[in-house]
């Protein structure tokens, strides 16, 4: 099994896992807290899912209907999962405003906080390991699994803190800690949302980024200038485009050589994912 696809997996496996804990426990002392976080959990599997299908569309090789890859498939799906976070915050929030309206109490005990402590110490190593995994491969469905993870850790400290309101009177704890883990949640879907956007639509990356590309371009030998640098995401990597500079007295197999030796340094940036080189004679061509 690919090292991309073992944090979907363990995602799957421990959100379903969990899902059943929560609401067992939800149902057994009529928890309304726990019932709706196992549920909670159980999205958790459906975008965890959606990420596994996005990751193999994504990793296909080039094709005819397709020739610079499947890589805007991997930005599509973390889309889709920026929009199931938003939604979750929605529903978390509208939870807490009814809850508040309703007035509604329980009565907690220590199997109750037991299985909330146990959840958010679960996630959050489910957070850790994805957004390991997620950052080290730069992918950018992993990384919004990883803070899909962390909805459900904040989620899970709302209702902690709701059951221990709860236990100590206070009618309306779980409420107000649930309108505030909406609006975080919220924050960071609108994030991976736009994000992702930027990568659909091709947009340039930041000036720091353009100017690596040419300082690595200018660390080659024989290149003596570099202009006409234009780069655009398709999907989460770059596609970079420039001019290089060679001194006149290059033979055009020396020039050649020496346009491959840009490309292949470019492209073994880890923002990039492909580079075009066109070679111009100093003093000559431009």
């Not at 110490?121 to 699994?145: C, H, P, S, V, W």
């Not at 409420?175 to 879907?189: E, N, P, R, T, Y």
């Not at 990039?272 to 070679?279: K, L, Y």
Request: with cysteine.
């Amino acid at each position: 099994m690919g090292e991309v696809y073992k944090p979907i997996w363990f995602s799957i496996i421990g959100n379903v896992l969990l899902a059943l804990l929560k609401i067992a426990v939800g149902f057994m002392y009529s928890s309304l807290a726990l019932i709706s976080d196992g549920v909670h959990s159980l999205s958790d599997v459906v975008t965890s899912t959606i990420g596994f299908i996005g990751i193999k569309i994504s990793s296909k090789p080039p094709d005819r209907s397709h020739p610079f890859g499947h890589s805007r498939f991997e930005s599509l799906f973390a889309f889709f999962m920026g929009l199931a976070l938003l939604l979750v915050a929605y529903e978390i929030g509208r939870d807490s405003l009814e809850r508040i309206v309703m007035g509604k109490t329980i009565e907690v005990n220590s199997i109750m906080l037991g299985v909330a402590v146990f959840s958010i110490i679960f996630k959050e190593g489910m957070t850790q390991y994805t957004l390991r995994i997620g950052r080290k491969l730069n992918n950018q469905i992993l990384i919004a699994d990883a803070y899909h993870h962390r909805s459900d850790v904040l989620s899970t400290i709302a209702v902690l803190i709701g059951l221990l309101a709860e236990r100590f009177g206070f009618r309306y704890g779980d409420s107000l800690a649930g309108l505030i883990v909406a609006l975080f949640i919220a924050k960071v879907a609108v994030e991976i949302i736009l994000q992702n956007v930027n990568y659909l639509t091709g947009t340039s990356p930041p000036f720091e980024i353009c100017e690596k590309i040419k300082r690595v371009a200018l660390s080659v030998d024989s290149v003596v200038g570099v202009h006409d640098l234009r780069a655009h995401y398709v999907g989460p990597k770059l596609h970079v485009e420039l001019h290089i500079e060679v001194p006149p007295g290059l033979t055009l197999k020396e020039a050649h050589d020496v346009s491959e030796k840009v490309k292949r340094k470019i492209e073994e940036l880890d923002e990039v994912e492909m580079a075009f080189v066109h070679v111009d004679i100093k003093g000559v061509t431009k």
